[in-house]
């Protein structure tokens, strides 16, 4: 009961806005009843009236209150306020309801009531119990997550005794200490074996959390026959008052995960191992052009060439300082991260200027798709390089001897050639003339091989096709009224001969077409002669023709007493070829050699 107040006036619209029950009554009948009051006792429309104007507030009571509730109207009526509680009220439909009421004096409509605000507490009531009944759900299903977690989980108080474990813990504790254990133990005060040691480490991990602090670590069961590892979480837990009561432990097995690790581990040591025991140099660069690892070769490279001790973070062009190097690699970069391997050579120097040659492979490394970084593998060719060049340098002499000597051979045939030339010129016999000039173009036909590879800066093939038109002509030209009288006509496939082919092959020639222009078209005969030069699988086919007047009957082509036939012979002989001879009489002479290349 409370001590009387000055009583206040209410009105209709206030107590409507109300939002639980209010009634205003006194010990004769009810004067209102707000929205919610309506509401609540079920009244309906058409009975609302009458109850308002004969009702009387009794009549929703037992017998056995209507008399204490009269006196209590007095009570409040002259000035104090009175609760009561699980108070029994009928509704309108006769439904019993269980309510709380603060009832207290007030003037309605300049009459002094009763105002009573109820609040029921039957609803309360099955809140509280379905509050209840969830709680203790709730805690049946924590209790079995906490019993059936695989992890081990455990609370401890101040006096580091044990306030709370699961069957998991328990299981451990006995396994490795012995330790049957019960709410309140001490575990330490149970075991006697390394005792100061588990103190020394336990009680410090709780004192840290007891701080406020949370506590994470890795544990290895120390009496445990096989490695068993776990991680442990230590964290306080804290009261309504915000103060620190006991810590919880959580601890689950990461056995697999460490054995696993050690494994990574190892085979981390192996591959840096490698890494660093690899004769070529090895680096890896992050988008931002950082250096993100190197090996030792690599190290020491960069030491050797800009005095410059490597770092992991280290900027490109920190160490590239060198314009030409750092725009080498920085465009290759570029073009690696978007994808691309590529490989390049670069020359350089050391601090000494001594030269240093390297090949690079740059590959893009992926993660997800997406390129994160490159990486780098580099060859020293110095010496493959150095070798390379004293080869180059070496050849370069060999061809320019080389040129040198086809170009003496040239000259000292043409020498010789001019001998015969001016000893033809002293000698009246025409018939030794004749055989001076057709020395005299057998020598021509070797010195021009000889140019020609002079000519060509090539030392180990003729162009022989070209050779041949230059051969004929030459030949036509030595007899020089067969111009107007000789057509030739030459058709040549390209072709590259060796040296070795190219001369006995174009001496053939010379023979053949200078026998061709000497016997074929004699006195004022005309004709053509036409050479043909084609390869096909691997064969050379050299084929000469005319239509002048022919061989005579009877001549054995392959034995003949001329010289002119016996050098062609023994020349295709030397290319191990074949020749095949063709003649009729007025008809001309058809003569097709072929020969292997």
């Known amino acids: 009961m409370a001590a009387s107040k000055k009583i206040q006036t209410v009105d209709e619209q206030t107590l409507d806005a109300i939002p639980v029950p209010v009634i205003l009554f006194d010990e004769k009948k009810i004067y209102f009843a707000n929205k919610e009051a309506i509401k609540f006792f079920s009244i309906p429309k058409n009975a609302l009236n009458e109850l308002l104007e004969k009702g009387s507030f009794l009549q929703m009571l037992d017998d056995k209150k209507t008399a204490r509730i009269q006196k209590s109207v007095k009570v409040i009526l002259g000035g104090k306020t009175i609760y009561n509680s699980n108070l029994e009220l009928k ?175 190892n085979q981390s040591a192996k591959i840096t191992a490698i890494f660093d025991s690899s004769s070529h140099y090895m680096w890896t660069i992050s988008r931002n052009k950082q250096l993100s690892s190197f090996n030792k070769k690599f190290f020491d490279l960069i030491i050797a060439m800009f005095n410059i001790k490597p770092y992991i973070g280290l900027k490109t062009h920190e160490y590239l300082k060198t314009k030409s190097y750092w725009e080498v690699f920085d465009l290759s970069y570029q073009m690696v991260f978007k994808g691309k391997s590529i490989n390049f050579e670069i020359e350089g120097e050391d601090i000494h200027n001594n030269k240093i040659f390297l090949e690079i492979f740059l590959n893009p490394i992926y993660e997800n798709n997406n390129v994160v970084e490159v990486s780098a593998i580099a060859h020293n060719v110095t010496e493959k390089k150095l070798a390379l060049r004293r080869i180059e340098s070496s050849l370069k002499e060999k061809e320019v001897l080389l040129k040198e000597v086809h170009h003496r051979v040239k000259n000292n045939l043409q020498v010789i050639s001019s001998i015969l030339n001016l000893q033809s010129s002293y000698v009246t016999d025409e018939n030794t003339r004749a055989i001076l000039r057709e020395s005299q173009n057998r020598i021509k036909t070797m010195a021009y091989i000889h140019e020609s590879l002079y000519q060509d800066k090539s030392f180990i093939s003729v162009n022989f096709s070209q050779y041949l038109k230059t051969l004929v002509n030459n030949v036509v030209q030595s007899y020089s009224s067969s111009e107007e009288k000789i057509k030739v006509e030459i058709n040549a496939e390209q072709i590259m001969l060796s040296l070795d082919n190219s001369i006995p092959a174009g001496l053939i020639v010379n023979e053949l077409v200078t026998n061709a222009i000497k016997h074929a078209f004699s006195g004022s005969r005309t004709g053509t002669v036409s050479l043909n030069l084609k390869h096909e699988n691997n064969r050379v086919f050299i084929e000469l023709k005319d239509n002048g007047s022919g061989f005579a009957d009877g001549i054995d082509f392959k034995n003949s007493n001329t010289l002119g036939l016996q050098l062609v012979n023994t020349l295709v002989e030397q290319l191990d070829g074949d020749i095949e001879f063709e003649t009729r009489k007025d008809k001309g002479t058809r003569v097709l050699i072929t020969f292997k290349i």
């Not at 309801?97 to 609040?119: G, P, Q, R």
């Not at 804290?238 to 581990?265: G, P, R, W």
């Open 91 to 265: 509704t309108y439909r006769g439904k019993t309801v269980l309510i709380e009421s603060n009832a207290t004096a007030v003037y309605f409509k300049n009459k002094k009531v009763v105002m009573s605000v109820l609040y029921e507490v039957t609803e309360r009531a099955t809140k509280e119990k379905e509050t209840e009944n969830t709680l203790l759900q709730k805690t049946a299903q924590m209790r079995s997550i906490f019993e059936s977690s695989p992890h081990l989980i455990w609370t401890v108080n101040k006096k580091y005794q044990i306030t709370s474990f699961n069957q998991n813990f328990y299981n451990t504790v006995m396994s490795l200490r012995g330790v049957n254990l019960t709410i309140g133990c001490k575990i330490d005060e149970h075991i006697t074996e390394r005792r100061q040691e588990y103190i020394d480490f336990w009680y410090k991990k709780y004192d840290e959390a007891f701080k406020g602090n949370k506590v994470e670590f890795e544990k290895e069961d120390e009496n445990s026959k096989n490695a068993v590892y776990r991680k442990v979480f230590v964290s306080p837990i804290f009261n309504s008052q915000d103060k620190i009561v006991e810590i919880s432990c959580i601890a689950h097995d990461i056995t697999e995960s460490k054995i696993y690790e050690h494994k990574l581990l």
